[in-house]
């Protein structure tokens, strides 16, 4: 690994995206709107959006990064940028470090729209520090990037890409404890629970919503941390050059 690849392949990214304002605005936008949807739906029931809004703060922002990093990196594949790239001395960790840090940026700049956006728009009432809500966001959508460079080592088209979502994000949202509490689950789905990551995300954002602090914050959100840099490790040792 190299500190100048890696911040120049995240400056290469960040200039792609500065002329992509499609991405730009659904991963900066597109989650605050879905917030919004959530708190309207639920507008006429007292509470609910407070209950629920922690949540849907950890799940947007998880699902939107998973599919931009995931379709993007492919696209480099395809068009034969990362065969040119690796002709250079940038290595594999390099690529995946670098798109990791500049979706990385972008993570930090959605947190802060989508948890402004959910407190100061939506009314979404938060007992703990609105910067830990934040830093749960940002690390939730650092998962999602991790496991959309993860999906993009295998899959050899963009539609491959999306299908990787029932494999890698639909089991998490349903067992997540999004829908139930995980501990009233089946034993068997309450075990697969807790070898997902985005459960761990939820409970992050439960604990700080409900002003709790210390490890009930702090070690749900180092299980996902951890998630997070195994997904880029096995990013980087599956990535392949180009898609056949």
């Not at 605005?25 to 629920?52: C, K, N, R, T």
């Not at 998630?227 to 980087?236: D, I, T």
């Amino acid at each position: 690994m190299n500190g100048n690849r890696i911040f120049a392949t995240a400056g290469r990214v960040l200039t792609q995206l500065r002329h992509d304002p499609r991405s730009i605005a659904l991963m900066l936008i597109a989650p605050s709107l879905l917030v919004g949807l959530f708190s309207w739906l639920f507008s006429d029931q007292e509470g609910v959006f407070d209950q629920v809004g922690g949540a849907i703060l950890a799940l947007f922002p998880f699902i939107v990064m998973f599919l931009i990093t995931s379709i993007t990196t492919l696209r480099e594949r395809k068009s034969g940028t990362l065969e040119r790239l690796m002709t250079t001395p940038l290595g594999k960790a390099d690529f995946i470090l670098g798109y990791a840090l500049a979706f990385g940026l972008m993570a930090l700049l959605q947190a802060t729209i989508t948890v402004s956006f959910a407190v100061g728009v939506c009314g979404l009432d938060v007992d703990g520090p609105l910067w830990q809500l934040g830093l749960v966001a940002v690390v939730d959508a650092l998962l999602g990037t991790a496991l959309g460079l993860l999906a993009s080592a295998f899959a050899a088209t963009e539609f491959q890409a999306v299908q990787f979502m029932p494999l890698l994000v639909f089991p998490q949202i349903i067992l997540g404890g999004l829908f139930m509490p995980r501990d009233r689950m089946p034993d068997v789905l309450y075990a697969i629970s807790d070898w997902l990551p985005l459960s761990y995300a939820i409970d992050a954002v439960g604990a700080v919503a409900a002003g709790e602090s210390g490890w009930d914050v702090a070690g749900p959100l180092l299980v996902v941390v951890a998630f997070a840099v195994g997904a880029l490790v096995l990013a980087s040792l599956t990535l392949r050059r180009r898609t056949r």
